[in-house]
């Protein structure tokens, strides 16, 4: 009887410790809406000039507890808006939750069509992170453990931005160590191959594909070029080699934007050339920046990896 007992009280202790593990991870991972006073933040300043005079800048939250013994690893994050919008204050949602689970994180205004081109946007992107190094490192930033996030447009330039750093290391005072990939169009040429009726459905021709086919040179910048030519140089299932750095790419099943078949192709394609790859599919999540989800896995992703 009382051996009955004994395992009647470990078992409800077990299922009380279970309950608690569950809120504490729910707690983990809830994307935050406010600033916390876990960290310090460095708001709208300002990494460089972009084109035409515009000034290009970025949101920061650094952890408090960050310094010279204890460095935190950089989180750079690039939004979603199919190259032509979206606002890096948009997601500062993003900041507010990975500053508070102990990483810098910066969210960047990296430019936009027509004001710059695709490739004019990936070197922005970089430019942010040289200057945050350079800058925010004796606040106990990690300049040794870089990560870069993108979503949507936001990867496709995070691809790209990767890849030129890992092909020109000694170039730049830090080290990449991480890419996430959230349901970036990796492939672009996949457009080609679909009909008009369903692209209008996928895609806003006027902001994106069918704005590009008509203004090539907002892809690479090349004036002289046509179409394909300068899609070959931004298509990142083209351009993507063998030094890509350690790369998730994940997305969700029912993504009508970009298709988890371009995705899966992506990984594929990493894979065939070498690079360490991991895929994630997100059972019924869309084509959502703000999923929950897909950030839970994006953050247990990061805390095994970097």
């Keep these: 009887m009382l051996k009955r007992i004994l395992v009647l009280c470990m078992s409800v202790m077990l299922l009380a410790t279970g309950c608690n593990k569950k809120t504490e991870t729910s707690k983990i991972f809830q994307l935050l809406d406010q600033p916390t006073e876990q960290a310090d ?17 970025f949101n920061l939250a650094i952890p408090k507890e960050a310094s010279e013994s204890d460095k ?13 919008a979206g606002d890096k204050d948009d997601f500062n949602n993003v900041i507010y939750t990975l500053s508070y689970h102990g990483y810098a994180a910066a969210t960047i205004d990296y430019g936009l069509v027509p004001n710059e081109n695709m490739l004019g946007q990936v070197d922005n992107a970089i430019d942010s992170i040289t200057y945050i190094v350079k800058n925010y490192s004796d606040k106990g930033i990690d300049k040794d453990k870089v990560i870069i996030i993108g979503a949507s447009a936001g990867a496709h330039i995070a ?6 750093i890992c092909d020109n290391k000694n170039d730049y005072d830090f080290n990449l160590s991480y890419l996430v ?24 021709l006027d902001k994106s594909i069918g704005y590009f086919k008509r203004n090539p040179e907002f892809l690479s910048g090349d004036k002289e070029l046509d179409y394909y030519d300068c899609l070959s140089k931004v298509n990142p299932i083209e351009v993507v080699n063998k030094n890509l750095v350690k790369t998730l790419v994940i997305s969700g099943d029912q993504d009508k934007y970009v298709p988890i078949k371009i995705s899966k192709s992506f990984y594929n394609k990493l894979k065939e050339l070498g690079v360490d790859a991991q895929f994630i599919e997100v059972s019924g999540v869309g084509h959502d920046p703000f999923s929950e989800e897909i950030w839970k896995q994006i953050y247990d992703t990061l805390k095994s990896q970097v």
């Design 72 to 84: 935190k690893p950089l989180v750079v994050f690039l939004h979603s808006g199919t190259w032509v």
């Design 181 to 204: 990939d959230m349901f970036g169009p990796s492939d672009l040429r996949y457009y080609d191959n679909i009909d008009e009726e369903k692209q209008q459905e996928i895609v806003d």
């Design 41 to 57: 933040y460095y708001r709208d300043v300002v990494y460089k000039e972009g084109a035409n005079n515009r000034k290009l800048d």
């Design 159 to 164: 691809i790209l931005a990767a890849q030129k």
